[in-house]
């Protein structure tokens, strides 16, 4: 989903930092380390066992949902959660969302059928179009916004449904640090936390990519051969993304930089409160967790059963 990443699979003669052979190896700027791909991929999947154990993310004997859209980010979580999860005790399962646009979303599930069979995890696909749901602009919000509270809504009530305690997200290192340039653009002095506890009906929300650069989620599915789904979305747009280039810029010029500053902000910023919008209760008709009287999903299909009329417009 994203243009900022450059192909990352660099391979060059050297010596490999954690084994010590003498070999081909790449170069990972982010961590000043060369690494073979061996060690690479027990480094990649011990960073993010560090962070789950870090964050008290998963407990033993617990389910976790894993939304997974095909691309690079949620592919490397998969296949990663499915390895720690024999060692550390937990099961991941995937849940995706069928977005209805056509053969792009029909080409999308092939791939994620093919990931989740070769990883041997259970899938669940929710067909949004199935519930009168589309992807689309309606008044006041963009398509994206549509489509991501959609998802947000859904996933929480699948993941429930599929009996999981934890729901995991993709959300990497430059994915946390958008959201905390954003909200200081905006003189809101909060970042989100790499972990939401559960309450109001919302299963606990885990980012085991947070301090993951996305570069290396490529990495780690290009050495396992993973299959991608790599076609970008019709609605997807750079603007949205274009901040990313500016960490991009400062990682060329300090390397280790981006990681070096979500350290620097966990140390200054609030992780209260964020994406939490307010306190929630049960949505009026389907009881799922609102901050509002009907919840997102439940307004948006009123919305597109009355054709996209304005009366009652999801505001
Ligand atoms: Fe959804 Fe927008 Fe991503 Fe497309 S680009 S999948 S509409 S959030
Ligand atoms: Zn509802």
New binding site residues.
Partial sequence: ?DATVPEAVKIVEGRCRICGARTEVLRLTEFNLKVCPPCFLRFFERRIRRALEKHAMVGEGERVAVAV?GGKDSTALLYALKRLGVVMGFEPVALHFH?AMGGYSDRNLEVVKEQCSRAGIPLKVLLIGDLGLR?QRVKGWT??AV??AIKRSLFNREARKMGAQVVATAHTLEDILLFAFKNLLSRNFRLPPPVLPPGDGLARKVKPLYYMPERLNLVYCRLRELPIFEEK????SPHGHALKEVFEHMEKVVPSSKLQLLLSLREVLSLEGMTLSGPKSPCLRCGEPSSQPLCAVCQLGDWFLRGGRRTGDPS
Avoid: I, N, R
């Fill in positions: 989903m859209s977005l992807v398509p994206c489509c991501g979305c019709p609605f997807w």
